[in-house]
């Protein structure tokens, strides 16, 4: 049985390396507030449904469902595979809420006093604690991210589109006034970096998890 066949992506890595570049650019010149109220401001009642669904995608139950299917090709049925997929699942989880109860900074609903331009709509969730790091965001990119790794070598572009999907839960927690940019940004540098750093040892050792 061998391990199912694994790539540090570079259609996923380089946008991301990018992003964190362009993604710290941005803070330092323009600012978590006015990052905020850009994304939070610019709204269409099509957004409004399809940043609402789109976050889903950083959720638990979503990313434990896939990777679940996922067992149903032969290659995922192994050790290897289930140990990896629980392990960049769940840590980067504990740890970003392990730095949410730390910090406990504000959401922005609680930071801007709830003020009326605030952008939300009824069905939305109104969360006032624990904003640093987004968890949805670290979900989505740690989940992505082992899903970019794991592509077979022909259809390792479509790495593009799992960072755009990540990029996304990212854009769609700063729609929905759930997190700021901050949060977002360093979101997906725990959920990418945990997964990248599981993923190595998973490869250095896995011998002890599949049997030749």
């Known amino acids: 049985m061998q391990k199912p066949y694994t790539s540090y992506n570079p259609f996923f890595l380089v946008p991301f390396f990018l992003w964190l570049i362009v993604g710290g650019v941005l803070l330092v010149t323009q600012g ?23 976050t889903l995608l950083g959720e ?8 679940l299917l996922l067992l149903g090709i032969p290659r995922f049925r192994n050790w290897w595979y289930v140990t990896a997929a629980l392990l960049s699942s769940v840590l980067p989880s504990l740890v970003t809420q392990a730095v949410k109860r730390s910090v406990n900074a504000p959401r922005p609903l609680k930071f ?20 640093f790091p987004s968890g949805h965001t670290c979900g989505a990119f740690a989940f992505l991210t082992f899903m970019a790794i794991l592509l077979p070598a ?10 755009l999907l990540a990029l996304l839960v990212g854009y769609s927690r700063i729609y929905l006034a759930v997190h700021f940019m901050l949060d977002v940004y360093v979101g997906s540098i725990l959920g990418t970096g945990f997964t990248l750093l599981i993923v190595a040892l998973m490869n250095k050792y896995q011998a002890v998890f599949i049997k030749k």
């Open 32 to 54: 978590d507030e006015a990052i905020f109220r850009f994304i939070n401001l610019h709204h269409t009642s099509f957004l409004d449904v399809f940043m609402y669904r789109s």
């Open 112 to 131: 801007f006093s709830e003020a009326a331009w605030i952008h939300t709509q009824p069905d939305w969730p109104r969360h006032m604690e624990h904003s």
């Open 60 to 67: 638990g139950l979503t990313i434990t469902l896939v990777l």
């Open 154 to 163: 022909r259809y390792r572009p479509l790495g593009l589109l799992l960072f």
